[in-house]
């Protein structure tokens, strides 16, 4: 797991779920799993990238979260 800071002392732990090939898009999750974000290295990720790995977990929801 790995952990960011929001706001000064406050962090919060994540775990990377899917990776882009191309290390440029990721997906993580907070330690519930209730809540995914879609990190990336850019601030306009390329779409193909994006939609891949939303793609990706959306045909796996019925599969838990490592």
């Not at 997906?27 to 290295?41: F, H």
Request: glycine letters at 8%; zero cysteines; aromatic letters at 12%.
């Amino acid at each position: 797991m790995l952990k960011v800071s929001f706001f000064g002392p406050f962090y919060g732990g994540y775990n990377v779920i899917d990776l882009d090939p191309g290390y440029q898009v990721s997906l993580v999750a907070g330690p519930s799993r209730k809540y995914l974000w879609i990190l990336a290295r850019e601030p306009n990720p390329p779409r193909d990238a994006v939609d891949r790995v939303v793609k990706r977990r959306a045909s796996s929801a019925s599969t838990p979260v490592p």
